[in-house]
């Protein structure tokens, strides 16, 4: 493994500078980032103190920092210590300045995290979501934006949760074998509705490995791979039968199923989320 210091600065939370960073680094193999994250750098003095991590341990930098004179002296400073100095948000806010010929507002840290329509919109979202989280108060779901279903371990809880941090209203179903779809989901003319599905041996897998953690027996049907082939089947016969799209979460992690699901309401309601 080749290990490299790495220092992440931004003058907020960093989180964008940090997922920028994961990235990148995921495509790259055999390494070990030694990472220094300095959030809320704001000002001179602590800006210098930045510079003499950097110096005492010399690495890239990768910076979120909108304050122009703040940024300027963490340029210099890496250009004196001979350190490659990346700033992410600069280049791409230049260009949309340059396309739209127009001046950015009043710079303001952390500006994306303000306290608006939207950040409430995304609380409602989250609230909704763990409300209505494994088929729970079914009495409303035409309220829910989209509705997951799915049969046991096919991730519908941390993807709706993921669509909730988007301000989507998820709610989500469990598919029992010999337990009839609520007939709620089926009135339900308004929401997005959405089966996920895995293919049966990784599913088997799964539910065996949670059989494992809970210290129960694995001889019952729930992990059994014929059994589980059999759920599977029954499930999308059902989405079939209903119109609903299918997506299969197999080979892909919760932000690229939740990805294609966005991109199914955003067909369904011309609303880009």
């Not at 096919?154 to 909730?164: G, H, N």
């Not at 990784?202 to 059994?227: M, P, T």
Request: hydrophobic share 45%; glycine share 6%.
């Amino acid at each position: 493994m080749k290990s490299f210091h790495l220092h992440l600065v931004s003058d907020a939370t960093g989180e964008t500078v940090s997922s920028v960073a994961r990235a990148c680094l995921v495509q790259f193999e055999d390494i070990a980032p030694i990472q220094h994250q300095w959030w809320l750098v704001r000002s001179e003095v602590q800006i210098e103190r930045v510079l003499k991590a950097i110096e005492d341990e010399p690495g890239l930098v990768l910076y979120t920092v909108i304050d122009a004179e703040v940024r300027a002296r963490l340029d210099a400073g890496c250009r004196r210590l001979n350190v490659p100095c990346i700033g992410v948000l600069h280049p791409v806010i230049s260009a949309l300045a340059k396309h739209l010929d127009a001046e950015m507002a009043s710079p303001s840290p952390g500006r994306q995290h303000a306290m608006d329509a939207d950040y409430f919109a995304r609380i409602d979202a989250m609230h909704f979501t763990l409300a209505h989280d494994d088929g729970q108060m079914v009495h409303d779901l035409d309220s829910a934006d989209i509705i997951v279903l799915g049969v046991s371990r096919t991730s519908k809880t941390p993807t709706c949760m993921y669509l909730a941090n988007r301000g989507i209203k998820a709610a989500n179903v469990p598919l029992v074998p010999g337990v009839p779809v609520p007939p709620e989901v089926m009135a339900a003319k308004n929401p997005l509705i959405v089966g996920l599905t895995r293919e049966p041996s990784s599913l088997s897998d799964i539910r065996r490995n949670r059989l494992r953690l809970l210290d129960q027996s694995e001889d019952g049907s729930y992990a059994d791979v014929e059994k589980v082939r059999e759920e599977i089947l029954g499930a999308r016969r059902l989405f079939a039968a209903n119109g609903w799209p299918v997506i299969d979460v197999t080979r892909r992690s919760i932000e690229e199923a939740a990805a294609n699901i966005l991109q199914l309401y955003a067909k369904k309601t011309g609303k880009v989320l």
